[in-house]
């Protein structure tokens, strides 16, 4: 049987606001006539925003080792050509402040939140490449556009039918947005058969009533579904078949 390298390349992800982490796994597999050999090598580049954003050469040299990766499988499989997948679900986290304001705190699979809400007829490669040369204003302009929308059909809805509007999103930086895209598109660089994605990242935004607030009604804007929603030890899916859910709160 011949030789046959398989690299798996995953868990590209912003561990926090200001942070990222790139764990690369790169497994082959050899054969011979008494048995199957397997080695694994685990490379795990953690970094942090004073060591990544203030200093260029950690940078240079995540994106190099990621490249010099991309390159070798590139000529491993010439004809390869790759889909980025998507490794976890959306999640929510829902919490109550002072018994009137209701925070929830996401975790997004943002780039194909952005994609598909932005540019939905583009190709991937071809939206992260644009929406990187957008300049500060430009990205926040677009950016704009999607918390919009967000809270435009994001809501809560009391027993009295008053809905309280999902509002102040925040989301990560320009800059950690930036990285996260040029991580991706070296991903899409990988063969079919590299399991890789870029991990969901932190998104909040918050409601607030004018009475406490006893129960509630969950939408979700279509963009943000499917996502396993959590409010204590309430857990629950709000999916396009089921897009609503009542919650009681406590």
């Not at 996502?227 to 406590?250: N, Q």
Request: proline share 8%; net charge positive; charged share 15%.
């Amino acid at each position: 049987m011949p030789f046959t390298p398989r690299l798996l390349l995953a868990n590209c992800q912003p561990t926090a606001a200001t942070s990222v982490r790139a764990t690369a796994v790169d497994d082959f597999g050899g054969h011979n006539h008494d048995s199957m050999v397997y080695s694994s090598v685990t490379s795990t580049i953690s970094m942090t925003a004073p060591s990544v954003f203030s200093s260029r050469p950690s940078l240079n040299r995540l994106l190099g080792f990621l490249a010099i990766l991309a390159a070798s499988l590139f000529f491993t499989f010439p004809f390869a050509t790759v889909a980025q997948t998507v490794g976890h679900n959306n999640q929510l986290d829902i919490s109550l402040l002072e018994g009137r304001h209701l925070q929830c705190d996401f975790s997004l699979n943002l780039l194909p939140l952005l994609h598909s809400h932005l540019a939905p007829k583009s190709h991937p490669e071809e939206f992260l490449q644009s929406f990187l040369k957008l300049s500060d204003a430009a990205m926040d302009k677009e950016l704009n556009k999607l918390t919009q929308a967000l809270s435009a059909q994001s809501f809560f809805t009391l027993p009295t039918g008053a809905k309280l509007r999902l509002k102040q999103w925040q989301l990560p930086s320009k800059q950690l947005i930036r990285e996260a895209m040029k991580v991706s598109l070296i991903l899409m660089q990988m063969p079919p058969n590299a399991a890789s994605h870029i991990d969901p990242m932190q998104v909040q935004a918050k409601a607030s009533s004018k009475v406490p607030v006893t129960r509630i009604q969950l939408q979700l804007h279509p963009v943000l579904v499917p996502i396993f929603v959590a409010y204590k030890e309430d857990k629950f899916w709000l999916t396009p078949e089921i897009p609503t859910a009542i919650v009681d709160i406590h």
